[in-house]
């Protein structure tokens, strides 16, 4: 939150018992989804040291792949 992040999803174990579903290869175990504002707000909590040092803690247990997708322009009205 400190960094404009927002919950969009999550499924697969250990999270709230929705499923991660695969339609094309292999699901993966877990899949949390956040949107940020923009990459200067996600690289900024990436860089956060509160993070840092929890993300630290969680490569001891779990294996992460982490990766940004730049959205498309919201051309609502």
């Known amino acids: 939150k400190a960094h404009g992040g927002r919950l ?20 993966p175990k877990r899949v949390i989804i956040y949107m940020y504002p923009d990459m200067a707000s996600l690289q900024a909590w990436r860089s956060d040291p509160a993070y840092v040092e929890v993300r630290h803690i969680g490569e001891k247990y779990a294996k992460y792949h982490t990766f940004a997708v730049e959205g498309v322009p919201d051309k609502s009205p």
């Open 8 to 27: 969009i999803a999550s499924g697969g174990a250990a999270t709230n018992g929705t499923q991660v579903v695969a339609v094309d290869g292999e699901a």
